[in-house]
């Protein structure tokens, strides 16, 4: 016979009494206590999963309720069961749900921050640098179309002016080396402010506003463009839309049909204009803009002088939609342009 002592609560009261519940062999629990004495077979108890040393529940059919710390003898209790008799109640197997949801939803935000961390940018930049170049041409053209329909209206910037802006980027185009699909856009942008773009496909859009704001510095100009033919050369923009359209990837990397990618293009202007490229993706493109200054002999402090020239043009604020937003000029990134220009050598990833 197993035996324990439980507090009972006749389910129409909140007061509770103390009773000893025993099992006796012929399967028939007795509850016997101050003026209670019931008997019934132990299978019409509904028995609560034992959860650690939490004081554990038995629901009577009559709704009067059982509970008791001594999880050691109810399980002797349950152990006593066939099997198929061992049957959960309603309650419980929705408390059971409701446990295994919640350990389901732990697990999928994991995954889910394991994904979007390692597995995403890492899926994206394999789909980026596989990707035709015909398709990033198409998709930087189809992106600049669309922005030339709501943000950008055409230059207006003097002719000598955007002719001297052309000069510095045919010099910084042949210190790039490759054989350069890069291609210069001004363009007119009073909403964003002083900016400039990577479209995919070597695309590099400068807004009238920044040609302005470093028009007696050059240097300057040429590092700012300079970041941006690194975030080019490393597809910063189509992984970074990729990123932001899993499905597009997912249907690209498992399919291997990058066709799908065109689909990009809808989403690209928001995620140029929007988005933040990664702490990473900026350091990676701010190493090639060094690389790319040294090789045309222009200091890399130029691009210190830039991001922070930007910076006072949008009133310090992060609020202002334009380069900020997009490239926030960190403390570090600072110091690592101006350690370059004292080294003369290009910073080491991270
Ligand atoms: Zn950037």
Redesign the pocket.
């Given at each position: 016979m197993i035996s324990l002592t439980a507090r009972y609560f006749d389910g129409r009261t909140s007061a509770s009494h103390q009773v000893t519940a025993s099992l006796h062999d012929d399967g028939t629990l007795r509850l016997v206590g101050a003026g209670i004495d019931r008997r019934g077979p132990l299978t019409a108890v509904r028995i609560a999963d034992r959860l650690g040393n939490v004081p554990r529940a038995l629901w009577l059919p009559d709704g009067a309720k059982l509970e008791t710390p001594d999880n050691d003898a109810v399980d002797a209790m349950v152990a006593t069961l066939p099997p198929g008799r061992r049957a959960l109640g309603l309650v419980h197997r929705l408390e059971r749900q409701w446990r295994f949801a919640l350990g389901a939803l732990a697990v999928t935000a994991v995954l889910a921050f394991l994904g979007v961390e390692y597995v995403l940018p890492a899926a994206a930049e394999r789909v980026a640098m596989l990707a035709p170049v015909e398709l990033e041409h198409a998709l930087g053209e189809e992106t600049l179309e669309a922005l030339d329909g709501t943000l950008f209206a055409p230059s207006e910037l003097p002719p000598e002016t955007a002719g001297s802006v052309i000069v510095r980027f045919e010099h910084l185009r042949r210190a790039v080396g490759f054989d350069a699909a890069l291609r210069l856009e001004l363009r007119s942008a009073p909403a964003i402010g002083a900016n400039a773009f990577a479209l995919p496909g070597g695309i590099l859009v400068v807004t009238d506003e920044l040609v302005t704001l470093l028009e007696d510095d050059y240097d300057a100009l040429a590092a700012v463009l300079a970041?941006e033919v690194g975030?080019v050369l490393e597809r910063h923009s189509l992984r970074a839309a990729l990123q932001s359209s899993a499905t597009a990837l997912l249907i690209a990397s498992v399919l291997g049909d990058v066709t799908s990618l065109s689909g990009l293009a809808a989403t690209l202007p928001t995620v140029l204009v929007d988005a933040r490229?990664s702490r990473r993706f900026?350091a990676d493109?701010d190493r090639e803009a060094i690389r790319i200054l040294l090789r045309m002999g222009v200091s890399p402090a130029a691009l210190a002088t830039a991001l922070e020239a930007i910076e006072r043009s949008h009133g310090g604020a992060g609020e202002v939609p334009g380069y900020l937003s997009?490239?926030p000029p960190t403390a570090d990134r600072l110091e690592r342009a101006r350690a370059a220009a004292v080294t003369g050598r290009v910073p080491g990833k991270d």
């Open positions: 970041h975030h490229y900026e493109a997009s490239h």
